[in-house]
């Protein structure tokens, strides 16, 4: 065939429509620092129409794309500047009709989500970033399409524990004003420590200082590709460790490559700079999208058991070396997501009690992203969810890397019990959280936890 | 050693300058090894040389396209009776003619995209006169196809060139149409995604 052998363009074709190969998302960033304004009423009309001007051909732009190539474009997004930013001259009820005023954008423009509702809080409280908090329980259990995250921690920084406070008491709110949804408005809030700039993915995106007014970013999946791969190959032949980190790499590459393809094709369409492709190895609930799945050829038959951490940081550590070869461009989150609603595997892992919290924060050490999608008994006190947050942050603020949480504290149910968010947020056990209510005084000192040593590198 | 180096090139610039006539040449046989040799051999002998060569084998028959230049007072019939006595007696299948630019290829190249076509499933007769026939129709140039087939399941990989005023969308949605009336996987990408993950 060709430049191109059979087996080489069956492996391409393979990948794509049997090993659930995608982009997983085509993210907009859009810059509204110039939509500045005193009056709430001409911020949002200024914010709506450059939203709906920039980004009124992308869903078009993407589909024609993904048809070009045969690649399945699953979401297509918009990032926005931290709205904090843009609510410091006004008062505390701004932010509810201006994320009302987003949601509408976000859905006359057909984008699936919308994040950027940020504040990034990690060294104190402004008064658009207090405002725009306390609001987030009425926004997320009231709008369709609008995400949050805030950064509360950093490693220059250290952890604003006050603010790690009271975002655990707006997810439990948030959670409780979508009761009827097993909470699912607190699936779209991520707390961060180091949060990514140019992060695509959703919840946790928007546009951060330094990047441009208008940029593509793009988020790969690819977790059933590397799975195919290295059940082919350890079937056929005896691997070492050094062998599949090989296998990883190699199929890491394919995938980046296809991510940055279609990236630069968006952006030249749209007449946007392409920014960056996020490699991260991005489950889905489908059997055979899983990165759990991967936990499994692997030789992990029970996830959770011991040897998961080294499993997991050996996936993430070659999915980047392949990822970075293929692309100059790398940036966001760029690992391995282990999010336990979204991932078929590791919801049945946490259902047979598996998979613990304590675990799973362990496997957060050494991958992307944090304890997400993460469903906890709904009854879980503030001061404890506060704890779990802060034991997260930590991990992603000694080591420089970033860490999240989305935790659900799903109302009215209790450990072992079922939430189900639908689509591609899945459905997750729901896990036990150890001795809540013991790190309440821990807790109750406030203020900031220092930066540590690793912030100090000039 | 520079200076027979020199010399050689001179030489070779010689007979260069002397080839005047480019001819392209088909020969099928049943494969066996020596084929290329003998070929390429008899062309040397005649003081030509290649352009360009494209070969394959199918079931264990060997075909080879090849343009080669020679000098002017080689023509077509000398040409085929030389390759026919490269072979053993009887052996090769050589068709010879002289070499026309092709008129298209300008147009081809401002206007249409390389797309890759595959199909996998159960064979069926017809299967490849079907599409190439519906291809043919709209204008759409196949160059290149591959197949095998193995026990009742076939794969056919073919690159074709579509011209940028056909829709593609409506094209896919037609193959797809077909692959669900044929009960087989059709699949229609732009070359670039191949491209992107085979190669560094």
Redesign the interface.
């Known amino acids: ?4 052998t ?1 087996e ?6 393979e ?3 049997k090993e659930n190969l995608d982009v997983r998302t085509v993210t907009l960033g859009i810059n509204l620092l110039d939509c500045a304004h005193h009056d709430p009423h001409y911020l949002q009309d200024r914010i709506h129409k450059k939203i709906m001007e920039k980004a009124k051909r992308l869903v078009p732009v993407c589909e024609e794309v993904s ?5 399945p474009i699953v979401n297509k997004r918009i990032s926005l500047s931290p709205i904090s930013q843009l609510l410091e001259a006004h008062d505390e009820v701004a932010p509810v009709s201006l994320a009302k005023t987003i949601d509408r954008a976000a859905r006359e423009v057909n984008v699936d989500f919308v994040g950027g509702f940020s504040a990034l809080v990690e060294k104190g409280w402004t008064r658009g970033a207090r405002h725009l908090i306390d609001s987030l329980p009425i926004i997320l259990s009231s709008t369709e399409r609008v995400c949050s995250s805030v950064n509360a921690a950093s490693t220059a920084a250290g952890i604003n524990v006050d603010a790690v406070k009271r975002l655990a008491e707006a997810i439990i709110e948030t959670a409780q004003l979508s009761a009827n949804h097993d909470g699912f408005g607190a699936a779209k809030l991520v707390v961060f420590a180091n949060i990514p700039a140019d992060n695509p993915f959703m919840a946790g995106s928007y546009l951060g200082a330094g990047e441009p007014e208008c940029v593509v970013n793009i988020g790969v999946s690819g977790p059933g590709v590397v799975k195919r791969a290295l059940e082919v190959q350890i079937k056929s032949r005896n691997m070492s460790f050094t062998d599949i980190a090989e296998e990883i790499k190699t199929t890491a590459f ?1 995938v980046t ?2 991510g ?2 279609i990236g630069r094709e968006v952006a030249e369409r749209l007449g946007v700079p392409f920014g960056i492709v996020d490699l991260s190895l991005a489950p889905t609930p489908r059997v055979g999208d899983s990165v759990g799945e991967i936990l499994q050829v692997l030789g992990i038959e029970a996830i959770g058991a011991p040897g998961s951490t080294a499993a997991i940081a050996l996936l993430n550590d070659a999915v980047k070396k392949g990822g970075l070869f293929a692309s100059s461009s790398v940036g966001g989150l760029s690992g391995a997501f282990i999010p336990v609603s979204e991932d078929a595997a590791l919801s049945e892992a946490a259902g047979r009690g598996d998979l613990r919290l304590e675990k799973l924060e362990a496997m957060t050490s050494v991958c992307s992203v944090g304890l997400d999608m993460v469903a906890i008994p709904g009854d879980t006190d503030a001061h404890t969810l506060a704890a779990v947050i802060l034991d997260e942050m930590s991990i992603g603020v000694i080591n420089a890397k970033t860490t999240a949480c989305r935790i659900i504290p799903v109302p009215g149910k209790q450990a072992g019990e079922k939430a189900v968010f639908g689509g591609l947020f899945g459905e997750a056990y729901i896990m036990p959280v150890h001795r809540p209510g013991a790190s309440r005084a821990f807790i109750e000192f406030g203020g900031r936890i220092p930066a540590p040593l690793r912030g100090l590198k000039n | 050693m520079l200076h027979e180096l020199v010399c050689i090139e001179r030489q070779g610039l010689t007979k260069m300058e002397n080839l005047r006539k480019k001819f392209a040449v088909s020969i099928m046989t049943e494969d066996r090894p020596g084929i290329v040799a003998s070929v390429s051999g008899c062309i040397l002998e005649m003081q030509g040389n290649l352009a360009a060569i494209s070969q394959t084998v199918v079931n264990g028959y060997f075909t080879i396209i090849l343009m080669a230049e020679f000098p002017s007072d080689v023509t077509v019939e000398i040409l085929q009776k030389q390759l026919l006595g490269a072979g053993r007696e009887g052996e090769y299948s050589v068709i010879v003619r002289e070499y026309r630019e092709p008129a298209a290829k300008g147009a081809e190249k401002c206007h249409s995209q390389h797309y ?1 076509l ?1 199909i ?1 499933g159960i064979d069926t007769s017809g299967l490849v006169y079907q599409i190439s026939n519906n291809m043919a129709k709209r204008g759409v140039n196949i ?2 196809i ?1 197949g ?1 087939r193995e026990g009742d399941q076939i ?1 056919l ?1 073919a ?1 074709l060139v579509v011209p940028e005023e056909i829709d ?2 409506c094209l ?1 949605d037609e193959f797809a149409a077909f692959g669900m009336k044929k009960n087989i ?1 059709v ?4 070359i ?7 190669r560094i």
């Open positions: 065939m060709g430049v191109f059979t080489e363009i069956m492996r391409t074709v990948m794509i429509h048809r070009r190539y045969g690649i394919r490559r296809v940055e393809l | 890759v595959t996998t160059v290149d591959s095998h794969i990989v690159q593609l969308m896919q996987s699949h229609l990408q732009h670039n995604i191949f491209k992107e993950t085979n």
